[in-house]
């Protein structure tokens, strides 16, 4: 008998859905779950019939796959996920693959890598993305961690993963070690960043201009025929024409607390890592925390008013402010991309990853959370200009955001005066005002730095790395201190 392609261990939704995607492209897969009644209740049930394999232990889980053995796991990050290894590896042989398809954090994959490496194994992490949806109908997949172990696993990835319109993979080859968590880790942060600037949108039209639900509804349908064409678009469309068993739109019955599974918060933590300035992203983060203080929230609205201002414009300005908050929301994520691909550039230089940065836009083109006909845009700025060191800076961005500007800050300032909070919007242009600034008053801010702290600055009027100090009460004397951080 025809031992197995696969083994995937983990038989909660994304599991069970990756096994049925994997079967239905021709491939054998064995299965495994720590609690066995539901590998039974898989195979005799949704699996019933179907070249798929139940096992009831690692032992008979690693038996049961062809060499050299590829097993997936598809366990909670953390613990578990090194549990698993611990318990698989003396019953691998050299050159057999284990493959973390989790939401693991990049440190810990690359700590598993070079763990299991040393075992004389290979490892693979990768971020999988598209939700329950997409891991039975094709994710987007961004592996990294042993080049050694691609081609083993790569007839799998791209076979299993979504095409886009010409037939190309959404899955290839991210590079070293926690290079593939570290990609899907800033997608997370750039989902947090698209949904967050949804809802800015979505609360300006409602607590500012007091539209409906159905209205919304129109509204984000429209706009699914522009450059926002997208996924997170597409569902807020179905999400506000919804409605409850009495017909009231659901999505006003939902409670206003959001949560969060870390990975936003990561990316937020790497960019003050890498010193990059991920303003978005990070208000996005602090937004969901924001949401959670509901109790506080509801005090302070009985001290301060909750009340916002209203729009009192005529039925052309309407739709005139409608196209207006359109455009912001287009700029803002703009910026969202352009902060996390300055992210990626960056950890590439600190980690020695090899990024294909047109490839990662390929690959989020389709399957994933963030897919959008505006990730083809990026694609071809990077297949253009493969060391463009900002997306601002392609002649296509910097013309968009050109058109953009003056209905982004009327959008922006009418919310500040409406009192309606627009944390993404707001930072997104705040970061692009700082981005095109030849002078940014960092000189006084170095001035106050070497006045409490000798720290020493640079001088316009001097070569660049030449460092001085002033004593600026004449009590201080002259030395400065060792170190100078930019």
Not at 128 to 156: D, H, Q, R, T, Y
Not at 165 to 176: A, L
Not at 212 to 227: C, I, L, R
Not at 349 to 363: E, F, S, V
């Amino acid at each position: 008998m025809k031992k197995s392609d696969i083994g995937l261990i983990g038989l909660a939704v994304m599991g069970e859905n990756l096994v049925m995607n994997m079967e239905s492209k021709g491939f054998k897969v064995s299965v495994f779950n720590r609690t066995v009644s539901k590998v039974t209740d898989f195979v005799e049930g949704r699996a019933k019939g179907l070249n798929i394999v139940g096992t009831y232990s690692l032992e008979e889980l690693v038996a049961s796959l062809e060499k050299p053995r590829r097993v997936m796991l598809m366990v909670k990050a953390g613990q578990p996920v090194d549990d698993f290894i611990e318990s698989l590896l003396p019953l691998l042989e050299d050159g057999d693959i284990i493959i973390d398809g989790g939401n693991s954090h990049f440190p810990d994959t690359m700590r598993r890598t070079e763990y299991v490496e040393s075992k004389g194994k290979l490892y693979i992490g990768t971020g999988v993305s598209g939700g329950e949806e997409g891991a039975l109908n094709g994710p987007s997949m961004m592996p990294g961690g042993s080049p050694a172990a691609w081609p083993a696993v790569k007839p799998i990835f791209q076979a299993i993963c979504a095409k886009v319109d010409d037939g190309s993979p959404c899955c290839d080859w991210v590079g070293e070690n926690g290079a593939g968590h570290f990609v899907k880790m800033v997608h997370n942060g750039i989902e947090y960043g698209d949904m967050q600037l949804i809802c800015e949108a979505y609360q300006l039209m409602r607590d500012y201009m007091g539209m409906t639900a159905d209205e919304m509804h129109e509204v984000f349908k429209s706009w699914k025929s522009t450059e926002l064409d997208s996924y997170l678009i597409d569902i807020t469309t179905d999400i506000l024409a919804y409605k409850d068993t009495d017909g009231e739109p659901i999505v006003n019955r939902i409670l206003d607390t959001a949560g969060q599974k870390g990975t936003g918060k990561w990316t937020a933590i790497s960019a003050l890592d890498e010193g990059i300035p991920l303003t978005l992203i990070g208000e996005a983060v602090f937004a969901r925390c924001l949401s959670a203080m509901k109790d506080e929230r509801v005090a302070a609205s009985k001290v301060f008013g909750g009340d916002y201002c209203k729009f009192s414009g005529t039925e052309a300005e309407r739709k005139a402010f409608i196209e207006s908050i359109r455009k912001a929301l287009l700029a803002s994520k703009i910026i969202s991309y352009a902060q996390g691909y300055t992210l990626m550039m960056s950890a590439a230089k600190t980690y020695g990853w090899h990024l294909n940065y047109g490839g990662i836009a390929l690959m989020w083109r389709g399957g994933c959370i963030i897919r959008s006909v505006f990730l083809g845009k990026i694609k071809e700025a990077f297949d253009a200009k493969p060391d463009l060191t900002n997306l601002l800076l392609d002649p296509y961005f910097s013309a968009k955001i050109r058109e953009l500007v003056p209905d982004w800050r009327i959008v922006v300032s009418t919310a500040v005066l409406a009192g309606i909070p627009t944390p993404a919007f707001t930072s997104a242009l705040s970061y692009f005002d700082g981005y095109r600034s030849e002078f940014l008053p960092a000189n006084l801010l170095q001035a106050q730095r070497d006045y409490f702290g000798a720290h020493t600055y640079e001088r316009l009027d001097a070569p660049r790395g030449e460092f001085f100090h002033t004593n600026w009460t004449g009590l201080g004397g002259d030395t400065a201190a060792s170190t100078y951080t930019v």
